[in-house]
């Protein structure tokens, strides 16, 4: 163990912890540039053959960057496109990054460390940081902005140069250490442990952009809103924010396990997609499609008498078509990905005839992940986390992502030692309970096999 994880590890008070170097190498997460032409030709691309766990050199801090020591972080989406080098390798981004010279050089390696969800503490700090000091326990939010372009001053995610840590960029959050601007920086929710932090930022960040801020669906009170993948990172969050607003959560799922799940979550109408004859067939025809779409809307108006005012989408091909027929007249399809494929087809006469909108959002600003980690600060809203796993099985823990064989969030314990550690306001958790701050736990380890 390097002198600086015993010592945070063994309680070091902030002023001690910034008189230990950092070490020059740590644990990390990372793929190989050579092995990007690994899956070629191949239908399974599975992670566990890309994904490594080594030793990689400690970048050189940049003035406007703090080193975070992770105590845990999580596995999202990306993790999986990254490690499939799909839909392009992201060597392709950091090599472009690499090309703006400066500090964006150090990105341009032949190695990639991912991760975009990280919770931890702030154990260096460059010379430009203000609002930061040595000790503070964080959350990174996964979006890297540059304050210098306009664009930004308007809106984080406008800008041309705004990037996501740990995909877009080297150094993420599966390790021992990250590199993080000030600027991607929230206080960590004291209640919580790091493992139930580490899995907040990423998607429930994305789920308030999304559904709750003035750049994406401006949900209302009463708001009838469908959510593909309910059970799934995004979408067990998207339950929880619905909920919270006033609005009614119409989730799909795929199995009676995944029900039980958002029951658990107090979804309103719950949806089984093989009981309205959804297939897993991401090429149907647009007629398919609309047949889908017609049983769909009258499971919905069954249940609640109304179609969905929101139809939250981040399936992709196979669903976007039916999300675009099915939302009531006037309203909004909003999409932040496409897991099942990138290229949509859809009947364009529900959309321009009924006057629907269809609303891009991608991640969130700083101000929306701040607003976002309050509601977790209020207790308002619940970590998502279902499992954990130890960094040396990360590999694993992505696998379990890329086959859908997952509820919730699954966190990775990086320099942790085990779960439960971080909590800084036991009071306030006696006080929000155990049970409620982990409505997911335990229910992925009871029916793993009906989950997949």
């Known amino acids: 163990m390097d002198p600086m994880a015993e010592a945070l590890l063994g309680g070091a008070a902030p002023g001690d912890l910034a008189k230990i170097a950092l070490p020059k190498e740590y644990p990390a997460s ?27 050199p400690m970048p050189e801090l940049a003035p406007d960057e703090v080193v975070v020591a992770v105590m845990a972080s999580s596995i ?19 090599k472009r990054f690499g090309r703006a010279g400066g500090f964006a050089a150090r990105h341009d390696q032949p190695y990639h460390v991912l991760g975009s969800d990280g ?24 979006i890297q902005a540059d304050d210098q372009e306009a664009a930004t001053h308007d809106d984080g995610m406008l800008g041309a140069e705004q990037r996501v840590w740990g995909f877009e960029t080297n150094f993420g959050g599966l390790a021992h250490y990250t590199l993080a601007r000030a600027s991607q920086l929230a206080p960590k929710p004291a209640h919580l442990t790091w493992e139930e932090a580490a899995c907040v930022t990423l998607c429930a960040g994305t789920v308030y952009r999304m559904l709750v801020s003035a750049r994406g669906a401006r949900m209302k009170q009463g708001d009838i809103v469908l959510i593909w993948g309910a059970a799934g990172g995004l979408g067990a969050y998207a339950v929880q924010m619905v909920k919270n607003g006033g609005g009614i959560p119409v989730g799909v799922v795929g199995s009676d396990s995944k029900a039980q799940i958002l029951r658990s979550l107090g979804c309103d109408v719950i949806i089984n997609r093989n009981d309205i004859g959804m297939t ?12 889908l779409g017609k049983r769909l809307g009258a499971a919905i108006r069954a249940a609640v008498g109304e179609d969905p005012h929101i139809v939250m989408d981040y399936v992709g091909r196979a669903t976007f078509a039916t999300s675009v027929f099915v939302t009531r007249r006037g309203g909004s399809v909003v999409t932040c990905g496409s897991s099942t494929g990138f290229q949509h087809h859809y009947d364009n006469r529900y959309l321009w005839m009924h006057l629907k909108r269809i609303i891009g959002s991608h991640a969130a600003n700083l101000q929306e992940v701040r607003e976002c980690v309050r509601l977790f600060d209020l207790g308002m809203v619940m970590p998502t986390l279902s499992t954990v796993y130890p ?4 590999a694993e823990a992505t696998r379990l992502v890329q086959t859908n064989g997952h509820i919730g ?33 335990g229910l992925a380890d009871a029916a793993p096999a009906a989950l997949a």
């Open 30 to 56: 990372y793929l190989r540039v050579e092995d990007s032409e690994m899956f070629a030709g191949m239908e399974d691309k599975d992670v566990r053959k890309s994904l490594r766990v080594g030793l990689v």
């Open 409 to 441: 969030k699954v966190g990775v314990l990086c320099m942790a030692p085990e779960p439960g550690l971080g909590v800084t306001d036991p009071a306030r958790r006696a006080e929000i309970g155990e049970q409620r701050i982990n409505p997911l736990r």
């Open 76 to 94: 999202n989406y990306n993790t999986v496109w990254s490690a499939t080098f799909e839909p392009l390798p992201t060597f392709g981004f950091l």
């Open 119 to 142: 919770a931890g503490v702030i154990v260096a700090v460059g010379t430009g940081v203000r609002r930061w000091s040595v000790g503070d326990h964080v959350v990174i939010s996964p």
């Open 280 to 291: 897993d067939d991401v090429d149907s025809t647009p007629e398919q499609a609309i047949a």
């Open 391 to 394: 960094l040396d099985e990360v």
